[in-house]
């Protein structure tokens, strides 16, 4: 049995309507809309309780699905279960986004459970190798997205960045903690004197030794009209470890805006 610890956004409805009979954990505070499953309420200080709750649910799979932010603890509220892992909480969220994702994982599997990602729920989220949509990349452009992975493999070990944008070998910006949206938006009021001509790739893929159970990058509409926005010529994501929300939209603005969209 499958429960969905559900974040915001639309994955979680998505994971959720495509697995039938499973359990909707609506977790206090986290605006996640719940498409009609059974529902488990919980609470970030109450992860003992939750626990429980789910193996009385007979849940043996969970799947974190959906952005969450960083919870602010209420430490009169914490049950005995998560008042025992809070030292290593408040060490984990020294170390980084990853690792905090890490000991999550980590605290579900000693409790008994086994934890799925929405792309092994959900195969069809992520894409196989090759062209996706829109026209063939040029040479140049493959080149800019060697560059941006060169990259974001570099400043992986660091916590940072799941994408770049490099135009003619300039690397124009990378994702921090603001998000990708906000990167392109910043590439957009870049001085386009500055791209040497060269209009520019997104590259989008995890960071090295990410736990894409938990943590998997994601492109979707809003994606493609923010790189059309900022003049680039295409996108490039990992396969198998991108997930391409809302596909057929994508794809099809990808199509409109003249963007390639690859798999690489």
């Known amino acids: 049995m499958l429960a969905v610890i559900a974040g915001e956004g639309d994955l979680p409805g998505l994971v959720v309507r495509a697995q039938s009979g499973c359990w909707f954990v609506r977790v206090e505070g986290v605006p ?27 849940v043996t799979t969970l799947c974190l699905a959906g952005a969450m932010r960083r919870p602010a603890l209420d430490p009169m509220a914490l049950d005995p279960a998560t008042m025992a892992l809070a030292p290593r909480i408040a060490a984990a969220m020294r170390a980084g986004d990853d690792a905090l994702l890490r000991l999550v994982v980590r605290f579900f599997e000693e409790q008994g459970f086994a934890v799925a990602g929405a792309h092994e729920v959900v195969p069809d ?22 560059r941006a992975e060169a990259i974001l493999a570099a400043l992986g070990p660091l916590d940072l960045g799941q994408a770049a944008v490099v135009a003619e070998g300039l690397c124009l910006g990378i994702e ?89």
């Open 176 to 264: 921090t903690v603001q998000g990708t949206d906000f990167l392109l938006q910043t590439v957009a009021r870049t001085d386009p004197a500055l791209r040497r001509g060269a209009r520019g790739v997104l590259v989008k893929r995890p960071k090295p030794g990410q736990d894409l159970r938990v943590d998997l990058p994601a492109i979707g509409p809003a994606t493609v009209a923010g790189a059309a926005a900022a003049g680039l010529a295409g996108i490039a994501i990992a396969p198998g470890a991108v997930m391409i929300l809302d596909r057929e939209a994508t794809l099809a603005a990808a199509e409109a805006a003249g963007l390639f969209l690859i798999a690489r």
């Open 32 to 58: 996640a809309v719940n498409p009609g499953a059974p529902e488990i309420a919980a609470r970030f200080e109450r992860l003992g309780q939750l626990c429980d709750d789910l193996r009385t649910a007979g």
């Open 125 to 146: 989220l992520v894409a196989a190798p090759g062209w996706l949509a829109g026209p063939d990349p040029a040479a140049g452009d493959l080149a800019d997205a060697d």
